[in-house]
């Protein structure tokens, strides 16, 4: 604060004289001295408000970066890195090398299950849990009064127009359809209905009656079948609406659907907003559900994954022609293909807004339903590459409905293979050998660069090799190493490789360039399987297993494998592991290379990449280059605190909020598995995760409370685990979010049975969301109401003098409760 000596008020002397003008002078000079003063006041509190953002944007960094530290301790293997990998490369591998010979008796698949000690992971949701957390996330959505809520805040309601092509759908799943549309909380939709000449006479009958009883219900019959595009194309003509939504004449959409689409083009510039989706199987239950990436260009160009809930802005949809005649079956594939060639603004609702209705006759329940579908897929993928002028072919994958978009080389030009190195001759041997007998593609150089070998065979291999070596006896920083000989090459394209991997397939380089010729694409990752099969790297998440991890890990590696088959797809992510990475050169020139200085062993590849993002470039998987990878074999593992904690620092809000990843999906490694732990769409912002103990256990007429900071806006929900309890408690839990603990207003409360709470696990309590809760400290407190016995909460380990201790009866106890924070991400 400033010196207030200059502007302050001094005495004011009347001369005893009386004189009026004197008066009137001093009068004068005490308004201009006021003024000063008033200018110094704003000034003032205008410097305060400013250091008061300062200070809660600090709060918040710090916060974020605790948060994701947090989640690093936490983890399992967190606490195993740090020995794991010596005593793996000293002790394990020897043994398991010695006892080799006899476990040859062993099946191919036991064998990889022993060396890896490792279980095959289970990738398919188990129907009977995924029901329960179904039920549960409906109970939160499915309000009809919040939903009117907030239909009257909404400033502009736009006209939905849902198109739905009928053909003799079974007289229950049409009225179940109908019934979805009809049972919407947002008003605002028209139902554009083009029937196909139906044989079925129950079909006219339940349309005309429908139409009757709501005029938003429009109907055509044609007199003739003209198929899927035809008829889908007479619907287009009978809607007004600004944006249009597709739906099968056998299956439904939540009651919010509209109302979330909606309130995501009254929030953003939005062209196309598509959701997530599940199936309805034959005795009415959900299953099957497939949680999606944002935007995804290039997995678009593999499958069809926007699918459904799409919604259309429809001028845009006219402007193209509309449903295109001779890909029926493809036809909603192929409009997203023309569409997304006029426009980028893609946004993507977290939630299932959906369900697919399994039968025998549909794709939903039977991918052998509609085999034309498939040919038709592919004809719209070799129609778009050529409108978009890109030279190529198009595959068909081994699984149906997935695709190779094969790229021909238009700037192929020497690659600039670099591989650190250190000791380990072995390693470096196989993995030169494998590039040299199995690269298709031979405009391409090798630089090894020699971090300080000792062992008298690897010198020797170094002095003998025809390979540029390159030589850097400083200490081991990964970054530099790269840097160093990226700055001393010259070919159009950098291959960073790790010394322990080998070559599978013979197009691995060519697949690379093939998308690192692009403009658009900044850096291109590989397909990294362990020697015994199963996946090391097929893409990297952010967020997963605490700051990032490798997707899909531990998954088999053959093809048709892992979460909707992604692994085998082509498909972006937001980074890839420089254990195989291409670049430009001139694109790693002009973002400077790796970070030296504060990343040089761990989370300088995704950097890289998160940098190259920042930019506006694509970062692309693609699993037709495939290497065998032994991971850190030459170096084992090594994770440094400082980095950690820069990495999260710098790219925090990032790390919270994967674009590539879904939330509704865990951050536990592997990954790709549904977070039954919260409802839909919901992110971390912040945690108490690890463990120290636990509080004194709390009776009926207790209560314990919390303080915390939100970190994002649409504060949603709140997360506290319990303890183990050997028997349920019966009464009730009541959860009040305040703004202090002096507060008696709630600005949430909800109510719940004692006997739902699991325990030893994490139970959340969800609200409607708070959109103004970014940088916001709030209290919440938990009171037990007539409960048959005590129950107990658990401690955090982690100290925090910014929120402070735990409240026991609205007074400070001892230790942090452990405690999760949630944010609800509407869309993205």
Not at 8 to 36: F, H, M, N, Q, Y
Not at 402 to 427: A, E, Q
Not at 730 to 751: I, N, Q, V, Y
Request: with cysteine.
């Amino acid at each position: 604060m400033g010196n207030n000596a200059d502007t302050a008020i001094k005495p004011l002397r009347v001369t005893e004289s009386g004189d009026p003008s004197a008066s009137a002078d001093a009068l004068s000079k005490l308004e201009t001295e006021l003024a000063a003063l008033r200018a110094a006041h704003s000034k003032q509190s205008v410097e305060l408000e400013a250091m008061k953002a300062h200070l809660a944007n600090v709060t918040i960094a710090l916060i974020q970066k605790e948060t994701q530290l947090n989640r690093i301790t936490s983890t399992l293997g967190w606490r195993l890195m740090t020995w794991y990998g010596p005593i793996k490369y000293r002790c394990v591998l020897p043994i398991y090398r010695w006892l080799k010979n006899p476990l040859r008796g062993r099946t191919a698949e036991e064998e990889t299950r022993f060396a890896l000690q490792a279980p095959e992971r289970q990738l398919e949701i188990k129907d009977d849990t995924y029901q329960a957390w179904a039920r549960w996330c409906e109970q939160i959505r499915y309000d009809p009064e919040r939903a009117r809520r907030r239909i009257a805040r909404m400033e502009s309601r736009p006209l939905i127009s849902l198109l739905m092509p009928v053909y003799n759908p079974e007289r229950e799943h049409l009225t179940k359809a109908l019934d979805s549309v009809i049972n919407q909380y947002y008003p605002d939709w028209e139902l554009c209905i083009a029937d196909d000449a139906s044989r079925e006479p129950h079909v006219r009958v339940v349309l005309e009656d429908y139409a009757s009883r709501d005029d938003r219900i429009k109907v055509v019959f044609r007199r003739t079948n003209g198929g899927i595009s035809a008829a889908s194309n007479e619907a287009l003509a009978l809607a007004s609406g600004s944006f249009i939504g597709l739906l099968d004449h056998d299956d439904e959409i939540t009651p919010d659907a509209m109302l979330q689409v909606a309130s995501v083009i009254a929030q953003a510039d939005a062209d196309l907003i598509y959701s997530d989706e599940d199936k309805i199987d034959s005795l009415g239950q959900r299953c099957e559900a497939f949680f999606k990436p944002a935007w995804s260009p290039d997995l678009l160009l593999s499958c069809n994954y926007i699918s459904h809930f799409g919604v259309y802005r429809k001028n845009i949809v006219d402007d193209i022609g509309g449903f295109r005649e001779g890909v029926e079956g493809s036809q909603d594939y192929d409009l997203a293909l023309r569409f997304t060639e006029r426009t980028d603004k893609v946004f993507h609702i977290p939630a299932v807004l959906y369900h697919w209705r399994k039968s025998g006759a549909s794709a939903a329940g039977n991918h052998q339903a509609k085999p034309y579908a498939y040919e038709a897929s592919a004809k719209s993928l070799a129609d778009a590459l050529r409108r978009r002028g890109i030279p190529g072919i198009v595959e068909n994958s081994q699984f149906r409905g997935f695709y190779r978009v094969k790229r021909f080389l238009s700037s192929p030009g020497k690659v600039s293979i670099i591989i650190p190195t250190r000791d380990r001759l072995s390693l470096l041997h196989a993995c030169i050998m494998s590039i040299e007998s199995k690269t298709e593609y031979r405009d391409f150089e090798i630089i090894i660069v020699d971090n300080g070998s000792q062992n008298p065979a690897t010198l020797d291999y170094l002095k003998r090799t025809r390979h540029t070596v390159i030589r850097d006896n400083r200490p081991f920083n990964f970054s530099r190493l790269n840097n160093t000989a990226a700055g001393m090459v010259d070919g159009e394209y950098l291959l960073l490789l790790n010394n322990d991997t080998e070559v599978i397939s013979s197009e691995w380089l060519s697949a690379m360039i093939e998308h690192a010729q692009r403009p658009e694409v900044g850096a291109v990752g590989a397909k990294l399987i362990y020697p015994q099969g199963l996946i090391q790297h097929a893409g990297v998440i952010l967020g997963l297993g605490g700051v990032a991890d490798h997707s899909q890990k531990l998954v088999e590696g053959r093809e048709g494998t892992g979460y909707s088959n992604f692994p085998n797809v082509v498909r972006n992510y937001t980074a890839v592991t420089a254990a195989c990475m291409m670049i430009r050169r001139s694109l790693y020139d002009e973002v400077g290379g790796m970070n030296e200085e504060d990343l040089p062993v761990a989370f300088n590849d995704v950097d890289l990449c998160l940098r190259l993002r920042r930019l506006g470039y694509l970062i692309v998987y693609t699993p037709y280059a495939t290497l065998y990878h032994k991971e850190s074999a030459s170096r084992g593992f090594d994770v440094n605190e400082r980095e950690v904690s820069y990495f999260s620092g710098a790219w925090g809000s990032d790390i919270i909020g994967d674009p590539y990843y879904n939330p509704n999906l865990t951050l536990t490694n592997p990954g790709f598995s549904v977070d039954f732990s919260k409802p839909e769409a919901l992110y971390c912002t912040y945690s108490h995760d690890l463990m120290s103990g636990v509080v004194s256990k709390v009776k009926s007429g207790d209560c314990i409370g919390q303080y915390f900071f939100a970190g994002q806006n649409h504060l949603s929900a709140i997360g506290v685990r319990f303890a183990t309890n050997h028997k349920r408690c019966s009464g009730k839990l009541r959860f009040h979010l305040r703004a202090s603990h002096e507060s008696t207003e709630d600005l949430a409360f909800m109510e719940v049975d004692a006997s739902e709470v699991p325990g030893g696990e994490f139970y959340t309590f969800p609200f409607e969301p708070m959109p103004e809760s970014r940088g916001e400290m709030f209290y919440f407190f938990i009171e037990f109401r007539d409960t048959s016995g005590p129950l107990t909460l658990y401690k955090s380990s982690v100290t925090n003098d910014v929120v402070g201790p735990h409240f026991r009866g609205h007074l400070p106890g001892e230790g942090t409760l452990t405690l999760r924070v949630f944010c609800h991400g509407q869309f993205r």
